[in-house]
């Protein structure tokens, strides 16, 4: 990637403030932290305020801040990652699973591939206590596109 292309560093989401207190810190940590290797930036928490989530650079978080009128989504309204692998959605997919097995509150759609010709979409979406889902994306080209081919 070209060094003048802006590019996603993070994604800012308010929750209530009981969302924020030391055991639903601990809950979105747990999950997310279990799930996609999330941690707690170090020194930004505030109880009952903020919680920012590492994503494996200190350039990429989640940035959760509580409001008294916190975000309010439907099942539509996500963001997504993306993983390079099929084998890695795989293994993100069923660890997710796993813990919805055992709590209701966390939304966990089916794993799907959709395919398009050029490019076999497989996907799937998660939540687990903020406003919105993440869908996690791994993209497999035909033989000869890639991320940076234009459809003809």
């Given amino acids: 990637m070209s060094e003048d292309i802006p590019r996603f560093n993070h994604i800012a989401l308010t929750v209530a403030p009981g969302a924020l207190d030391a055991r639903g810190r601990e809950d979105l940590l747990r999950f997310y932290g279990e799930v996609f290797g999330w941690t707690e930036m170090p020194g930004m928490t505030r109880d009952r305020e903020l919680l920012v989530m590492r994503c494996h650079s200190n350039e990429q978080f989640v940035y959760v801040h509580a409001a008294e009128e916190p975000m309010r989504c439907g099942l539509t309204e996500h963001f ?27 939304h966990l759609t089916p794993r799907r591939t959709d395919d398009f010709g050029a490019v076999k979409l497989h996907a799937f979406y998660v939540r687990y206590k903020l406003p919105v889902m993440i869908e996690v994306q791994c993209f497999e080209w035909a033989e000869g596109l890639d991320e940076q081919s234009l459809p003809g």
């Fill in 80 to 106: 997504g990652l993306s993983v390079l692998r099929v084998e890695q959605l795989d293994s993100t997919y069923e660890r997710a699973r796993k813990l919805a097995e055992g709590d209701p509150e966390v």
